[in-house]
């Protein structure tokens, strides 16, 4: 089940989204930080990140990405630092 590649912290972060259609990036950007993870600590060290606060992404994609990016860098999970390459 694809569910079982997540990390609890981006099962957290996919919870906390709609199931489908489209959101702004603030709001997955915000979930990433209120998750407490990987994706959390890159922000914290990258400060100067700006993120199109009113731009939309659809969910399915972000998701997509975001397993895109863990098998590239080789990692058995998608965590919410994969989420966080994911918006970029």
């Given at each position: 089940m694809i569910l079982?590649?997540?990390t609890q912290r981006a099962k957290s972060v996919?919870?906390?989204l709609p199931k489908e259609g489209k959101i702004t990036c603030s709001k997955v950007?915000?979930?990433?930080?209120?998750?407490?993870?990987?994706?959390?600590?890159?922000?914290?060290n990258l400060k100067n990140i700006k993120i199109s606060k009113n731009k939309k992404i659809d969910i399915?994609?972000?998701v997509k990405e975001a397993f895109y990016q863990a098998a590239k860098n080789e990692h058995m999970y998608v965590g919410t630092e994969h989420l966080?390459?994911?918006?970029?």
């Open positions: 079982d590649r997540l996919l919870n906390s950007y915000s979930q990433i930080v209120k998750s407490g993870g990987m994706g959390k600590n890159i922000l914290q399915n994609d972000l966080l390459l994911a918006l970029f």
